[in-house]
T-cell receptor
Framework: DAGVIQSPRHEVTEMGQEVTLRCKPI?????LFWYRQTMMRGLELLIY????????DSGMPEDRFSAKMPNASFSTLKIQPSEPRDSAVYFC???????????????FGNGTRLTVT | GQQLNQSPQSMFIQEGEDVSMNCTSS?????WLWYKQDPGEGPVLLIA?????ELTSNGRLTAQFGITRKDSFLNISASIPSDVGIYFC??????????????FGTGTRLTIIP
């Protein structure tokens, strides 16, 4: 199992540009999560999906952020237009169920480090 | 929303020393979890705690679920170089909509001084 795969690993863009982050969850996992990590705010949940359906997007900062999961093996997080304050590491994670435990742990990808200048 | 206060924010220790960190919350969780993040990677689950008072070990790691359900601690005994990283607590609660929500602490960065 290759684990959760995120791309790109690093993204540097100018303010105002559109940014698309991609994620391939572990096969068979029904839940997919997008997190943002910054020094100031730590790990924040942005949105999560269950069986490709968005369940809770209350963590999405504002309308500039959108996430989709068109099928069980792919999700995107898009920022349009991007701003310098969006600079952070964005993690995708997947799990078999929504109940976090030893039997159903969150598996994180290695993250995308986004820098907006 | 939920706030998880994790302390200390950073620790500088020598190899072989024991480490202790803790998390406190403003309200109750039904599960506490501890994760470790290595540089350039995502967090990985270390220990999960499911009931108040529970004490669980995983090798040199020991964690406890506080009696009040509002706190948890993690101890690492006889630290080794590969313990370097950021440790996160996380609390799980059932929301009003019936789904489970995980909130992470701000992290404790562990550095081992040679």
């Amino acid at each position: 199992d290759a684990g959760v795969i995120q791309s790109p690993r690093h993204e540097v863009t100018e303010m105002g540009q559109e940014v698309t982050l991609r994620c391939k969850p572990i096969s068979g996992h029904d839940y997919l999560f997008w997190y943002r990590q910054t020094m100031m705010r730590g790990l924040e949940l942005l949105i999560y999906f269950n069986n490709n359906v968005p369940i809770d997007d209350s963590g999405m900062p504002e309308d500039r952020f959108s996430a989709k999961m068109p099928n069980a093996s792919f999700s995107t997080l898009k920022i349009q237009p991007s701003e310098p304050r969006d600079s952070a590491v964005y993690f995708c994670a997947s799990s078999p169920t929504g109940l976090h435990s030893y039997n159903s742990p969150l598996h994180f990808g290695n993250g995308t480090r986004l820098t907006v200048t | 929303g939920q706030q998880l206060n994790q302390s200390p924010q950073s620790m500088f220790i020598q190899e072989g020393e024991d480490v202790s960190m803790n998390c406190t919350s403003s309200s109750i969780f039904n599960t506490w979890l501890w994760y470790k993040q290595d540089p350039g990677e995502g967090p990985v689950l270390l220990i999960a705690l499911y009931k108040a008072g529970e004490l669980t070990s995983n090798g040199r790691l020991t964690a406890q679920f506080g009696i009040t359900r509002k706190d948890s601690f993690l101890n690492i005994s006889a630290s080794i170089p590969s313990d370097v990283g950021i440790y996160f607590c996380a609390g799980q609660e059932t929301t009003n909509f019936g789904n489970e929500k995980l909130t992470f602490g701000t992290g404790t960065r562990l550095t081992i001084i040679p």
